[in-house]
């Protein structure tokens, strides 16, 4: 059995069980040489037309026609939404907080009431809510935008709330090495709101604090 790519393994396994023979791809990415590459494209791929086969496969899966007039087009729209949804794989934090101003100041820096949307990794349904990003300067202060800018950096990711104020928080005190850095969120869950436990009123609320933050806390 030939396949162009084994990435999970799972195709292959499910093949060889059914058939009883041996497989082989292209690309193996278990192999060491492979393991640093991300999504690969090979030269008979459109990729945007492969992302939109992945949601008409979807549509018909939940019992619909793709060909309805209300769905024909809705692959396409899912697809270009994704680009705004999963936006901040594309960035880099380090390029939010590269303009920094010296400045004589050391007291609390707060940005509170921070809109955010991100999506849950376990069910890919959205979470969002509110967030508060604060630090106490070393010499070196960002502009206000910046704390908003970098919570829509880690937030377009597939996320769970936990890592996310804890890649905010770290970012902010490894890039800008203030004395303290410290966030916190609070969201609402679609995985508990719209299934599950089915609680519409429930919030989550996540902190991670930094340097002298931390120190003060404990």
């Not at 959205?126 to 800018?149: C, D, Q, T, W």
Request: glycine share 6%; with cysteine; hydrophobic share 35%.
């Amino acid at each position: 059995i030939i396949d162009d790519i084994i990435d999970s393994g799972k195709t292959m396994k499910k093949a060889q069980e059914l058939y009883k023979k041996p497989f082989i791809a292209l690309v193996d990415k278990r192999e060491p040489k492979w393991k640093n590459y991300g999504y690969i494209i090979f030269p008979y791929e459109d990729v945007q037309k492969d992302a939109e086969d992945v949601i008409v496969r979807m549509i018909e899966h939940l019992g619909e026609n793709p060909n309805r007039e209300g769905l024909l087009d809705t692959p396409k729209r899912v697809v270009k939404s994704w680009k705004k949804i999963f936006g901040g794989y594309a960035q880099d934090p380090k390029d939010v907080l590269v303009t920094q101003f010296t400045e004589e100041y050391d007291q609390m820096i707060v940005c509170k009431n921070i809109e955010f949307y991100s999506t849950c990794e376990h069910h890919m349904l959205p979470f969002y809510g509110i967030g508060h990003i604060a630090y106490i300067p070393n010499e070196m202060v960002v502009g206000l935008s910046k704390m908003p800018r970098l919570l829509e950096v880690y937030a377009r990711r597939m996320q769970i709330q936990e890592r996310l104020t804890e890649q905010v928080s770290s970012a902010m005190y490894d890039i800008l090495k203030p004395r303290g850095a410290g966030v916190i969120l609070e969201a609402k869950h679609h995985c508990m709101v719209c299934r599950g436990v089915e609680k519409q009123n429930s919030s989550m609320i996540t902190t991670s604090l930094k340097g002298v933050f931390k120190e003060l806390h404990c």
